[in-house]
């Protein structure tokens, strides 16, 4: 569908930052994986499940998702009769709300709905608002903020973030619920980039955010729940990825990040690291000619290291120290910490240490020696759909924007990857037509 339009964008550049204005100059593309879970895995999201869990889990259950067989369009007035009764919430009981939500939730998700949407959100919007403050029940509010998150990705709007991101920050500052607190954090990043916020505002979001790690979530009624955390944090990290110049921001969120990979809980620990190793990525730029030509580095094996980027400024002043702490958490071996956790650590962290101490590495990066070319193999983590095509996420940039749109679009991001403008354009070009292993 999208085979020419892949070809004429295709480049290395990152996306800007609002939605459907901006659509045609944005490079980037859309995907998702078969590679494994960056964090472990529930078994929430492969089935379309309605669930308030917005961890992020094994991108094979995404690949399985096509298109629901049914092609008749019973599904349309289904989605009608939703909107209808999230709009009207006369005579409503909690749950029929809930179950209102879950229904519109699931075929948002699993449906690319836009034309259906569009004329209906400037009503849908007010009630979920509603839902949102109202706060009945947990699973109410974490679903009203769900559909929320999906409505404004299906139906970007330059105007919408204006009108909801007071309401949200409220969310997750006020409720008494930690997973309406996590979810309210990632319905605004998503806000933020779908719905139109500036840049200052969007740094504004990322300082809010900032404090809730260096709390420990205590800024905001949360002490020490990893849940929120690992939102903040990962919202953070996704931000992050629209803004052109990060150097300011740096020092003291590294300074954060450093702090969590002290925690007792691995999802925190990971989501600081992966945002750590996003940093010292974003301090290299690409070379220009005023940097004069590339010098012949070699690694500590004696293999040339990529010197197309140039470090811009240092990212971390104890970088030794910050190297050790990675070491040790890419070879924790306490049996205090469970098998899995324990094995989360070693993956995620060997890639991040990589990228500490060579920041032109990205994710899964294999020093292995291919003896084709003689160069070592590089980023490993690639992404397939319906085996016409396929892209290397060679980037933290990049984990972090497919991450960030899975806990969206959970197992329906297949379908959105086929579809929705927005999220074709979040991510990075894809090689159409290779069918390799």
């Known amino acids: 569908m999208h085979d020419l339009r892949r070809q004429a964008l295709e480049s290395g550049k990152t996306v800007s930052k609002k939605a459907q204005s901006r659509l045609s100059s944005r490079t980037n593309s859309r995907t998702n994986s078969r590679t494994t879970s960056r964090q472990g895995s529930d078994d929430e999201e492969g089935d379309l499940s309605d669930s308030t869990n917005w961890s992020v889990n094994s991108i094979d259950d995404m690949i399985s998702m096509d298109e629901p067989e049914n092609v008749n369009e019973a599904w349309k007035q289904d989605l009608g009769d939703r909107m209808e009764e999230i709009i009207d919430r006369k005579r409503s009981s909690t749950q029929g709300r809930e179950a209102t939500l879950a229904s519109y939730v699931h075929i948002l998700m699993s449906r690319y709905t836009l034309e259906d949407i569009q004329n209906k959100t400037s009503e849908l919007f007010p009630a979920l608002l509603k839902s949102i403050k109202a706060e009945s029940s947990e699973k109410e509010s974490c679903l009203a903020l769900r559909a929320m998150a999906?409505?404004?990705?299906?139906?970007?709007?330059?105007?919408?973030?204006?009108?909801?991101?007071?309401?949200?920050?409220?969310?997750?500052?006020?409720?008494?619920?930690?997973?309406?607190?996590?979810?309210?954090?990632?319905?605004?990043?998503?806000?933020?980039?779908?719905?139109?916020?500036?840049?200052?505002?969007?740094?504004?979001?990322?300082?809010?955010?900032?404090?809730?790690?260096?709390?420990?979530?205590?800024?905001?009624?949360?002490?020490?729940?990893?849940?929120?955390?690992?939102?903040?944090?990962?919202?953070?990290?996704?931000?992050?990825?629209?803004?052109d110049d990060l150097e300011e921001k740096t020092e003291d969120a590294i300074e954060a990040f450093v702090e969590q990979l002290q925690s007792s809980d691995t999802s925190v620990q990971v989501a600081s690291g992966e945002n750590i190793a996003l940093l010292y990525e974003r301090s290299f730029t690409p070379r220009e000619t005023d940097d004069g030509p590339a010098s012949d580095e070699e690694d500590e094996e004696g293999y040339a290291i990529d010197s197309s980027q140039v470090k811009r400024y240092e990212a971390y002043r104890q970088k030794n120290q910050l190297q050790h702490t990675l070491s040790q958490l890419a070879t924790e071996s306490s049996k205090r910490i469970a098998k899995k956790d324990r094995k989360a650590l070693h993956v995620n962290f060997a890639d991040i240490l990589n990228t500490v101490e060579h920041p032109s590495r990205g994710p899964r990066y294999q020093k292995a020696i291919d003896q084709e070319t003689g160069r070592r193999y590089g980023s490993r983590m690639t992404v397939r759909i319906h085996k016409t095509g396929s892209m290397k996420i060679d980037k933290w940039w990049k984990l972090h924007r497919l991450q960030a749109l899975r806990r969206i679009l959970g197992g329906g991001f297949v379908v959105h990857y086929e579809n929705n403008e927005v999220v074709f354009d979040s991510l990075p070009i894809m090689i159409s037509g290779d069918r390799g292993s």
Do not use: R
Request: glycine share 8%.
């Open 150 to 243: 999906l409505t404004i990705i299906t139906a970007p709007s330059e105007t919408v973030y204006d009108g909801v991101h007071q309401a949200l920050k409220h969310a997750y500052a006020d409720s008494e619920f930690p997973s309406v607190k996590a979810v309210a954090i990632h319905t605004l990043g998503a806000a933020a980039i779908y719905g139109g916020a500036s840049d200052s505002e969007t740094e504004e979001i990322m300082d809010s955010l900032l404090e809730i790690i260096e709390s420990d979530g205590s800024s905001i009624n949360a002490e020490d729940s990893g849940e929120v955390v690992v939102a903040a944090c990962e919202e953070w990290g996704f931000l992050a990825t629209y803004l």
